[in-house]
């Protein structure tokens, strides 16, 4: 267990439907990332949060946005959902942004 | 752009042979390399990490080398046993720490 913490565990939806998953960093940790991890794919970085701040973006498709709270835990939220945005999304943490990424369990979103 | 490439993208060994993996990385810049290995349908976990001042880390029966001249660094898994079998990412330090992963490597350890 890393100690950070994802959810749902899992999440069916339909096509055009906006979902929010959370995310909550280990204790301590300033910094959220989000990374996205299609069927049989890599990991694709979406976005990094920084003590409540957006610090880097990646990939991250218009209709995807997240944000990061006063309490650290940060939401993804993906709206106008597609076929193609199936996937496991993964959150991770680290104490700073030179430190090393603990990940959480995911969410495996399917969209029908 | 930030780019990471790694191979083989599958790798079947005998139980006590060794592995291999080897990533190449394009950002001249980046400074931290972390191995991480993931288990279907699980979180990747970090396995060993390598930051650019030092050349070679080894933990156990892990090891992992950098080229910084080259851009190369490698995984090495010594004695292989059957739940060395997963998913190894390798991945690099782009700007504000994000992690630029390589495809990843299927091994598969075969008693």
């Known amino acids: 267990d890393s100690g950070v913490t994802q959810t749902p565990k899992h999440l069916i939806t339909a096509t055009g439907q906006r979902v929010t998953l959370r995310c909550s960093p280990r204790s301590g940790d300033l910094s959220v990332y989000w990374y996205q991890q299609s069927l049989d794919q890599g990991l694709q970085f979406l976005i990094q949060y920084y003590n409540g701040e957006e610090r880097a973006k990646g990939n991250i498709l218009e209709r995807f946005s997240a944000q990061q709270f006063p309490d650290l835990h940060s939401e993804l939220n993906l709206s106008s959902l597609e076929l193609g945005d199936s996937a496991l999304y993964f959150c991770?943490?680290?104490?700073?942004?030179?430190?090393?990424?603990?990940f959480g369990p995911g969410t495996r979103l399917t969209v029908l | 752009g930030e780019n990471v490439e790694q191979h083989p993208s599958t790798l079947s060994v005998q139980e006590g042979d060794s592995a291999v993996i080897k990533c190449t990385y394009s950002d001249s810049a980046s400074n931290y390399f972390p191995w991480y290995k993931q288990e279907l349908g699980k979180r990747p976990q970090l396995i060993i990490d390598i930051r650019s001042n030092v050349g070679e880390k080894k933990d156990q029966r892990i090891a992992v080398t950098l080229n910084k001249t080259a851009k190369h660094f490698s995984l090495h898994i010594t004695e292989t046993q059957p739940e060395d079998s997963a998913v190894y990412f390798c991945a690099a330090k782009g700007g504000y720490n994000k992690l630029i992963f390589g495809a990843g490597t299927r091994l598969a350890v075969h008693p």
């Open positions: 991770a943490s680290s104490v700073n942004v030179y430190n090393e990424q603990f």
